[in-house]
């Protein structure tokens, strides 16, 4: 800008090597009024023109937009970008706006998106629609702008990501036009759905006056038929109030705050109900699961998912499990106690019948002495037959109760086996059994009871001789280790083993089903009962025609230890 020796003004342009000159025909003031604050007037201020003096602005072909001359140039507000944007925005909006209009409205229903806007209340959805539409047109020529003057790279430099400005922009561009577009798309919907379905089912369903109107009556006879008196109304209606009053508290700092905070307290009640009421049909659902298993239904289920009560329904299957499994116990015992009462009676009634049959046949004066002698020589083995059945239940009874008495000592486990072996030599070898000893010889001593080891040993011996075949070996195992003692008596058995391990050492259950032999059906009972008691262990093992017996005697008694 030069001022000749007049004070006239000529400006001079110079760019990209050309040049032009633009003289300024209009005058700069050089007089001006200025009020003083300190005098309370108005001052004239003359200035001396300008004269023979040429001034030089210079602009870098680069500005930074974060410089005040770029930040005037760059200033989208003084920009034309929204009147050039306008006509193509426009035209994308109809084009969107048209292409939902022609869409079939059974696939734009089955679009979870627009069918979840369109669940929204009019009057929320037009404020939610309007704020956003508004503000993301607003910023359709920011983007444009800053797209066009490559004005991102300066953004990007200050989180240090330049280097994918190349990539970023596009995308940038790309998902905020898509939202913008998408926000007519709904729009456009919501026409087309208005029509579909009908203005005035549109109010009255998806409208806030349509849903006061609606459910009105039944909110007014909710509120009338509340029930102060349930426990339940009554800890939420506790907790609301008391939230009630810390926000009317906060609320009075704003303008309208109680009226927000009562609506605030209205709906934290119908969530906060609506909690508690599907907590309670949890509860009621594992409830009456609860008392279908105790009324025997033991099939019941709980497919469903119980929210806080789903570690109960867990444990609620391990005591299904367990109900079931006592039950099973339960009948099998009754099963028992059945087969046991029946069996008792058989063989107290077989000898019992016996001794009455031959004592009325002996009150016959016409009967012969040797015939007297015969049936004298019947009641005497049914009476003993009797006697030690009676004996044995008795024995069999009081140490399943506990209620016995041992006397513990230091015994020689080998000597009372053959000790045993000896009293039933005459039983064995009526069968012409041979008995064949493996293991050690010396002695092995053991902390037992003798008189109820030795029963042990000698109901086994029995128990051989009489359902062992005939002309076979039977062996006796005998294995001492660290802690415990295990003896083995092996047999094969007359007649086919149809029973399992575990019913053939039960009370009164003998081998013969059919029950014509002389046993009583308690000897191994007796044998696993007295084991037991002294802390051992006693099993049986079937191979085929295989019969093993096993008992396992700890070296230092653990009942007794327990006792001491």
């Known amino acids: 800008m030069h001022f000749d020796e007049q004070g006239k003004p000529t400006i001079n342009y110079t760019s990209d090597q050309n040049q032009m000159s633009h003289p300024i025909t209009q005058m700069f003031p050089y007089q001006q009024t200025i009020y003083d604050e300190n005098t309370d007037e108005n001052i ?6 300008l004269k023979n003096i040429t001034v030089t602005f210079a602009i870098s072909n680069e500005l930074h937009l974060s410089s005040q001359i770029g930040s005037y140039l760059f200033n989208t507000s003084r920009s034309q970008f929204y009147l050039y944007s306008l006509p193509y925005v426009f035209t994308f909006i109809a084009l969107c706006g048209l292409a939902t209009l022609f869409i079939p409205m059974k696939y734009l229903q089955s679009n979870r998106f627009l069918s ?16 956003i539409t508004t503000f993301m047109y607003a910023g359709t020529a920011i983007i444009i702008a800053g797209t066009i003057q490559n004005q991102f790279p300066y953004i990007y430099q200050q ?20 939202i913008f577009y ?47 008196e349930d426990s339940l109304n009554k800890s939420v209606l506790k907790i609301i109030l008391f939230n009630l009053l810390i926000i009317a508290g906060c609320s009075l700092f704003f303008v ?3 009226f927000f905070a009562i609506i605030y307290s209205i ?21 009456k699961a609860t008392k279908q298993l105790s009324q025997g239904h033991f099939d019941v289920q709980i497919n469903q998912d119980i929210g806080i009560f789903n570690p109960l329904k867990d444990e609620f299957v391990h005591i299904k499990d367990g109900f079931q499994k006592a039950v099973d116990e339960e009948v099998k015992s009754q099963k028992m106690k059945t087969e046991l009462i029946s069996n008792v009676s058989h063989d107290l009634k077989t000898p019992l019948t016996s001794i009455i049959t031959y004592v009325d046949l002996l009150k016959n004066n016409d009967i012969s002495e040797e015939d007297q002698k015969h049936y004298l020589d019947i009641l005497e083995r049914n009476s003993l037959r009797l006697k030690n059945l009676i004996e044995d239940l008795f024995e069999v009874s009081k140490a399943n109760s506990g209620d016995i008495k041992l006397e513990l000592v230091d015994i020689d486990i080998i000597a009372l086996i053959k000790q045993a ?30 008189s109820k080891t030795y029963r042990i040993f000698e109901n086994l011996f029995m128990n051989i001789s009489k359902y062992a075949l005939s002309n076979t070996r039977v062996y006796i195992d005998i294995r001492e280790l660290n802690d415990s003692v295990h003896i083995i008596f092996k047999n094969i058995s007359e007649a086919e083993m149809t029973f399992n391990e575990n019913e053939i050492v039960e009370r009164f259950v003998q081998g013969d089903k059919s029950r014509n032999s002389h046993g009583s059906g308690l000897g191994l009972a007796i044998v696993k009962s007295f084991t037991e008691l002294q802390g051992g262990q006693f099993q049986i093992e079937l191979d085929g025609d295989l019969f093993k017996s096993i008992i396992i005697f700890p070296k230092i008694n653990q009942w007794d230890n327990k006792t001491h």
């Open 267 to 287: 709906i934290i009640f119908i969530l906060i109900k609506k909690k508690f009421i599907d907590i309670q049909n949890d509860y009621h659902t594992l409830l």
């Open 44 to 49: 004239e201020v003359q200035y001396q023109p």
């Open 256 to 258: 309208f705050g109680i």
């Open 421 to 450: 072996e000896l009293e039933c030599q005459d039983k064995l070898e009526e069968k012409h059994l041979m008995m064949k000893w493996n293991g050690i010889d010396e002695k092995v001593i053991c902390h037992l009871d003798s």
């Open 182 to 228: 998408l926000l007519f798309v709904i729009f456009a919907y919501f026409i087309k759905y208005l029509f579909h379905k009908g203005l005035k089912a549109y109010c009255k369903e998806n409208t806030c006056i349509g849903w006061i109107l609606t459910n009105g009556y039944s909110l007014m006879n909710k509120v009338i038929n509340f029930d102060l």
């Open 116 to 131: 979840f806007v369109l669940e929204i209340k009019f009057a929320f959805l037009a404020i939610i629609w309007g704020f």
């Open 159 to 178: 989180f240090g990501i330049e280097t994918i400005g190349p990539y970023l922009t596009p995308i940038i561009n790309i998902i905020y036009f898509f």
